[in-house]
C-alpha cells in the first residue's frame, strides 16, 4: 500500500463518539440491583467502563451471587430496552466530535464497538453522525470477538483494507487503548478523566475531540515519512 494513501480510522463509539457512558452506567446501576447484584452508576464509570455487559455480569456473580437460570437474558434484554429508549431521548455526540468528523472526511472511517449493532446504529442515528460511517459498523457481538482481544480492530481492519500499520484507533476506555495496542495498530486515547487515569505507554493522549484533527495530522506525516 502506498504511504501517502490516507490512514484508516477506526472508532470506538460509547465515550469516544457519543457521550452515552453516564446514560449506561446510570441504567445498569438501576437494574442490576433488580437481580440483586449490588452495583452503582459510579461503579461503572470506575471499574467497567468499554467492558462487555456479560462480562461485568459474571463478574458480579462471582462477587454475590449468581443469577437463577434464564435471568440473564431477562436482564440484558431489560437493560438493552431502556438503554435505548434514553440514547433516543438524552444522547449527545461528544462535545468536539462532529467538528473533528468533517475536518477528517478525507480518511476512510469505521465504527468498531463493543456494542451490539443496534445500540451502535441508535448511537449514531440519534446524535446525527451516521452520515461519516454509513454501513462500515464493526460489532463484537457480530464478530463475536471482545476489546481488549486485538482481534476485533484486526478483523475491522481487515474488511476495510487496511493493514494494521496504517490503521489509527480512537478510543477512550482501557479495553479499546489496550485492544488498539495489541493489534499493532496507532492508537490515540481521548482520555476523559487525566486525573485519574493515564495513557498507556506506546498510545496518543488527547483530552478534547478538537485535538483529534491534529494529532492524525502528526501521525499521518510520521507514517509517511
Known sequence: MNTATPLCLLFDCDGTLVDSEILLAEVMGDI??????????QQYMDEFRGVRFQTIVETLENRFQALAEGKFTQLEAGMRARMEARMRAELLAIPGMPAALEQLTGHPKAV???GPERKIRCALESTDLGHYFEDRLFSAYTLNVW???????RKAAAA?????????????????????LEADMHVIHLNHFPNEESTPEGAIGIQHASELPAAIARLSAKVSA
Not at 476495510?160 to 488498539?180: F, K, L, N, R, T
Open 32 to 41: 442490576l440491583p433488580e437481580f440483586n447484584l449490588p452495583f452503582s452508576a
Open 112 to 114: 468498531v464497538s463493543n
Open 147 to 153: 476489546k481488549p482481544d486485538p482481534e476485533l480492530y
Open 160 to 180: 476495510m483494507g487496511y493493514s494494521p500499520q496504517h490503521c489509527i484507533v480512537v478510543d477512550d476506555a482501557a479495553v479499546g487503548v489496550e485492544a488498539g
